[in-house]
């Protein structure tokens, strides 16, 4: 799936995707800081990907996690800071809930501290029983281990 937003191009074009450029931007991202490279490259193999690209260069993502039938998780969605203001999140948005391999799915969800605006208008609303939603995780998971010369 293709389309042109102004001067950027929206694809689901796994060829077309920058690992470099991803990692880059999601080593800092508050969400996964210090990612690992490894990673990143297993998250995109396992992942629908929809990527913005302005010339040659990535510059946005959005990354779903789905069965395909019944639910998608929506993660690691930027836009290069010097790219954003010119509806580039909302081009990439309208891709990932028009794409066919996401059509009739049950529920969809995400997490984010301060893009709430940009996803309800795409329907996505405030978790309304927090008290049926729980969560596992491992802080700092993606610290390097000093000796492993691994970043």
Sequence with gaps: METRHGEYLISDDRARLDVAAIHGYLRRAYWCENIPLETVRRSLANSLCIGAYAGAGQVGLVR??????????????????????RGVARAMMTVTVQHPLLQGLRSWNLRTRDAHPLYAEFGF????????YMIRRRPGSYQADPGSGTT
């Design 64 to 85: 779903v996690i789905s069965d395909y039938a019944t639910y998608a998780y929506l993660c690691d969605v930027y836009v290069l800071e010097e790219h954003r203001g």
């Design 125 to 132: 609303q405030v978790v309304d029983d927090p008290g049926r």
